[in-house]
């Protein structure tokens, strides 16, 4: 929040002279009065010294004031004094920078180099993000799955960190040349590694064979990031996951959001949480949930599914519906609760199969304690 500016600040002393000239006392007297040393009197008028309370009151007393008025002088003329040193300079600075990005996790997790110059952070920040002012957002087209996105529906400023890294660990891994004509036939392959979550796996290969570069990136605190797809510079497209959620449903739902994002190359949107679907309003969003949930499994077949058995749902029954669809329960169980047709703590046993492990041995990461890659 901005401050208004202060008015023009004087020492306390100009107006205790002032006092005194109105009643033409001279330093002297006013020390006899005060029952003060001259030279103590002659500090506090030059400001060399400052007015404790118990002169305060000594002051009040002598003109028929407030203690209070003198003591409040004395602190905006320090307040004044010290906002004129470097190091106070220095705090704003590095609060401003501080704003534009969460500057102490990027450096703890070997982002950026650690120091506490403020000129040095930001000029590393503006390296990061590649701008020339920090006042400048990134240029980089983005579609993110986050659950608490700035009211505009853009990114918040560690969102926008996470976003460049992934773009950074991206151009590292390798990639075919990419058409959207290759995306028919990835979704096919993709859902033939449904039914068993050690296939995921399989992932970051057939994502490269179809010219889409996929890296994991361990999310920043207060980003609650789950994947975004990216176009670094118009080039080769990249999904890039967090893995917030390791649950099989969890994962195939925002892999396939991203790649649905990449498929109409939708731009700088966020969008939200699949536990938080109820707040997705936006018609791009809405598009990349329908296809998402259509490329897991046959929209259709699952509504006749839900016709056919709400609300008697039972393991068997769940369990033998995802083997006719090719996929696993987990993916079943979080479509009908996508569709509210169950509730969160409903099967989640069927459920409990954590894919991050997997993933994290085949996939470019960053995060998790590892030591950084380092970006071309």
Not at 25 to 39: H, V
Not at 82 to 101: L, M, N, P, V
């Amino acid at each position: 929040m901005a401050e208004k500016p202060f008015a023009e600040v004087f020492p306390p002393g100009e107006f205790i002279q002032e006092e005194l000239d109105a009643r033409g006392w001279t330093q002297e007297d006013f020390a006899s009065i005060i029952g003060k040393p001259l030279a103590a009197v002659n500090e506090i008028i030059k400001g060399k010294r400052s007015i404790t309370a118990e002169t305060a009151v000594r002051i009040a007393a002598a003109f028929g004031t407030s203690p209070h008025l003198w003591m409040n002088l004395e602190s905006g003329w320090q307040i004044h004094l010290q906002s004129k040193k470097r190091d106070s300079k220095e705090i704003r600075t590095r609060a401003r920078i501080y704003e534009t990005a969460p500057v102490r996790e990027m450096q703890r997790r070997g982002w950026m180099q650690k120091t506490r110059n403020p000129k040095e952070i930001e000029k590393e920040l503006i390296s990061y993000y590649g701008v020339t002012d920090l006042s400048e957002v990134p240029r980089l087209q983005v579609a993110a799955r986050a659950s608490n996105r700035p009211d505009d529906g853009g990114l918040n400023a560690a969102q926008w960190a996470w976003c460049i890294r992934c773009c950074q660990i991206a151009s590292l891994v390798d990639a075919k040349s990419f058409s959207k004509s290759n995306i028919k036939p990835l979704v096919k392959d993709l859902h033939s590694l449904l039914p068993n979550p050690e296939d995921a796996r399989l992932v970051p290969l057939l994502l490269a064979e179809a010219g889409i570069k996929f890296v994991v990136v361990e999310h920043l605190s207060k980003t609650r990031m789950d994947g975004a797809a990216l176009w670094p510079s118009n080039r080769t497209p990249v999904i890039a996951m967090s893995l917030r959620y390791g649950r099989v449903d969890n994962f195939w739902f925002t892999l396939l959001h991203e790649l649905a994002h990449i498929c109409y190359r939708d731009g700088v949107r966020a969008d939200i949480d699949i536990e938080d679907q109820k707040s997705v309003t936006d018609n791009i969003e809405k598009r990349a949930n329908k296809q998402s949930a259509s490329w897991l499994v046959p929209q259709e077949a699952l509504q006749s599914f839900i016709l056919r058995t709400s609300p008697l749902y039972s393991t068997t029954r769940v369990t033998n519906f995802a083997r006719r669809m090719g996929v696993h329960p987990s993916i079943i169980v979080g479509q009908l609760k996508f569709c509210e047709e169950l509730e969160p703590f409903q099967f989640t046993r069927l459920q409990n199969i954590d894919v991050r492990k997997i993933i994290k041995q085949v996939a470019m990461c960053d995060g998790w304690g590892r030591p950084a890659p380092v970006s071309n």
